[in-house]
């Protein structure tokens, strides 16, 4: 029986529901459509196509990222912040591997909407990594090096990468613990760390 009261929501809902389920590059029309119970074409009065719908699909994921961010790093700072950080996103990428794969892809700046949505989360990191002192002409680079540690973790995890008995969680902890290692002893505009361990 055909789903009464569709809106763009429910579709998008729906569509994100079935990445995480199936994959993003699996997310299909039809597959939404049968989801919902109506036929294929009825979703062209909420979508204009698949592009569409997987944009909408990453406008939905980075506004939960950027929430899930923003909540645990609230009244933390320095290494507590970092690791907040860290968790955070590891665990959505976990409980939502199509969301996550969906923002994997910068949107083209002339998306000004998707633009903005996804510079939130980089500004959520950006102002933790402020209490470490950084120039501002490096907040990028770092933000950079940053995503590049924890979206290598969460992909190789992802994909059954890490065969060995150890403990992932243990080497997630020594990974977070790293990164702030290097933030607190990056150097200063002196050639001196900026921070010294147990001062």
Known sequence: MPRAGLTPELVTAAAAALSDEGGFEALSLAAVAKRLGVATPSLYK?????AGLRREVSLLAVAELSGRLQAAAVGKSGAEAV????????????????GYTSIQQAPAPSDTE???????PVEVIA?????????????????????????GFVDLEARGGFGMPEDI????????EGFVRALERRPGPDGRAEREVGN
Do not use: M, N
């Open 46 to 50: 909420h979508v204009d196509s698949l």
């Open 127 to 151: 102002a933790v990594l402020r209490g470490f002192d950084i120039p501002e002409a490096q907040v990028v680079h770092t933000i950079r090096a940053l995503r590049s540690s924890l979206h």
């Open 169 to 176: 969680d243990e080497s997630y902890t020594a990974l977070v």
């Open 83 to 98: 690791h907040a950080l860290f968790r955070a996103y590891r665990r959505y990428a976990h409980e939502h591997p199509g």
């Open 114 to 120: 998707a633009y903005a949505a996804f510079a939130r």
